[in-house]
């Protein structure tokens, strides 16, 4: 079998009849205040990443300032001054459950990445920096810190608990090594990883040596131990920009990144600029590592003449590999596509790869205005991949369109593996500063979108503007209803069904109690029937085989004529 990676630049509801699968969206939270930072040029406030759990409740983290009063939808958060950090936890109708924050009145205080693993726990990267004449750090709630320019790695429960924080230097109370993380993943049995940039050479994590600066991924046990140091590159970080890295089941380590220099070295081999060295010119790179460390192969992307080629993410699907990010100006020839554009201006592209590194197919959507595919992308139940960007005026991601004639607004886009459009989103925008910066999707396919914007926003009708500053993060969420935890008993009126296991991947067992004869039947998220069965009124469980159908989100419905409960469940 031939196998591809892909790489893409750039409560509960009883519901009754008539039910509606219609997805739409849902809501819009947006975190900061009235502060302002010392660059217009990036997001001040912002949601930098998230993740879901399998009850549909999103954890997210980033940055905020202190000043200007802060708030999550007009809750006050506590902070310090300057940049500060939080990590919070939303319901799936977006109710804010908790929030921690961290931080001191200076400006260098940041969450980049969190993700979570299969036991309730989430790691958080990010960096602190407290001047002389801050002297400290509140972190989380929990711990003061004192002098501090660093990385930390910590862990915390699903209940905001802070249950360790670690260092990159090995002492605190002086200004350390300066780090500054890019991206976590997590190892195939659970532990977490880290790729960072280390700017000065000497004692870090507290019982390793690193003697010479570059970029690196560490390895920690779940309790916070160091297990080993890979080295990714020794040259000069200011050079490029390492922007995401995943591993697969195997631990090999996928990076991607770009660069506007005459060479980098990664992985021990030095790469050289495609096109013409200048300022805007930028050329990007994928580049696969075993679990040792050790350079299998690195493809470069980019043009003679100059291609501005900037990559952001990648993601594994399968034995395939997808990453977005990838902005690219029109001409530039990417295996035997050519990237085409209504305008001038750079535009994301998607690729895929096989697994030597080699483009298979790329496709790319056209713009009347300059866009910004940024950040994290996500893949659906369904295997598609999502994205998200920027725009203006219209876009055409192949027979689909999307618009907004009066400013920036935010897209995101679905994909399937072959290449095909699925969907694309739009939230219109009257600014310009309207900065996506990641995706996620639940098990259920619903879609979240998160990042920063100066406002306002058209959401549903209603215009949301910004607190002020330059930026006030967001999240964004599309889909269907809410549902609560999985395996969950269900009443309607003196009827009760239970469905179990879910998600489920060959057969689900539905238990009834008070149904008379009724009808079972099994739809798609498009309303059609996929499955019909009769259940009589002296059963109380039956079994049925879902191992045909194909993966993704669907809904059984149980009637009796007097009766109707419908349940949502995912098959894997």
Not at 46 to 64: H, I, K, L, P
Not at 220 to 248: E, H, M, P, R
Not at 299 to 309: F, L, T
Request: contains cysteine; negative net charge; hydrophobic residues 40%.
């Amino acid at each position: 079998m031939k196998k591809f990676f892909v790489l893409v630049f750039f409560q509960y509801s009883l519901f009754n009849i008539p039910f509606s699968y219609a997805q739409s969206w849902q809501w819009f939270n947006t975190i900061g205040g009235g502060g302002q930072a010392i660059n217009p040029d990036i997001p001040d406030e912002q949601v930098a990443d998230m993740v879901t759990d399998s009850a549909g409740n999103v954890y997210v983290c980033g940055r905020f300032i202190g000043q200007g009063s802060p708030t999550i939808n007009g809750t006050p958060i506590t902070s310090f001054g300057g940049y500060d950090i939080f990590v919070a936890k939303f319901n799936c109708a977006g109710n804010l459950l908790w929030v921690k924050t961290a931080g001191n009145f200076d400006y260098g205080d940041d969450a980049m990445s969190l993700v979570l693993d299969n036991f309730g726990h989430l790691y958080v990267t990010g960096e602190v920096y407290s001047s002389p004449f801050s002297s400290y750090c509140n972190f989380m709630g929990d711990t003061i810190i004192d002098d501090v320019n660093d990385m930390f790695l910590c862990k915390m429960d699903t209940s905001g608990n802070l249950l360790w924080v670690k260092w990159a230097a090995p002492n605190t109370g002086s200004f350390n090594t300066g780090s500054l993380p890019y991206k976590l993943n997590l190892t195939p049995n659970g532990n977490p990883t880290v790729l960072f940039n280390l700017p000065v050479a000497g004692a870090f994590w507290s019982g390793d040596s690193i003697n010479t600066r570059g970029i690196y991924i560490s390895e920690f046990d779940t309790a916070g131990n160091l297990l080993q140091v890979n080295t990714i590159s020794s040259s000069n970080w200011g050079l490029f920009s390492y922007k995401d890295y995943i591993l697969d089941n195997l631990s090999n380590q996928y990076v991607t990144g770009y660069f506007n220099s005459d060479s980098v070295e990664v992985g021990g081999q030095t790469i050289y600029s495609i096109g013409t060295n200048t300022l805007n010119d930028y050329d990007a790179f994928v580049a696969k590592f075993d679990s040792a460390g050790s350079l299998k192969w690195i493809k470069q992307i980019g043009q003679v003449g100059g291609s501005y080629a900037r990559t952001f993410s990648l993601v594994k699907v399968s034995d395939r590999l997808i990453g977005v990010g990838l902005i690219t100006i029109p001409g530039v020839v990417l295996g035997v596509d050519t990237v085409q554009n209504i305008s001038n201006q750079g535009v994301p592209v998607i690729l895929m790869l096989d697994t030597a590194g080699n483009i298979v197919w790329a496709r790319n959507s056209q713009h009347q205005f300059a866009t910004t595919p940024t950040g994290k992308l996500s893949l659906d139940p369904d295997g598609n991949l999502v994205y998200a960007g920027q725009y203006g005026l219209t876009g055409f991601f192949g027979n689909l369109t999307v618009s907004s004639p009066n400013g920036g607004a935010v897209f995101v886009a679905s994909i399937d593996t072959s290449g095909n459009w699925v969907q694309v989103l739009s939230i219109e925008g009257l600014s310009t500063f309207n900065i996506p910066l990641c995706t996620e999707t639940d098990i259920y396919g619903n879609i979240l979108v998160a990042g920063g914007f100066d406002g306002p926003l058209i959401f549903n009708g209603n215009q949301i503007t910004s607190a002020g500053g330059y930026t006030d993060g967001f999240i964004a969420k599309y889909g269907l209803q809410c549902s609560v935890g999985l395996d969950e008993d269900l009443a309607a009126s003196s009827v009760q069904l239970k469905l179990f296991p879910n998600p489920a991947t060959n057969h689900i067992n539905l238990q009834t109690t008070g149904f008379k004869n009724s009808t079972i039947t099994i739809l798609n998220t498009m309303g059609q029937t996929v499955f019909t069965s009769n259940l009589s009124a002296i059963q109380n469980q039956t079994t049925i085989n879902i191992s045909k159908l194909s993966s993704g989100v669907y809904f059984i419905k149980v009637n009796d004529n007097e009766n109707t409960v419908t349940l949502k469940f995912v098959k894997q």
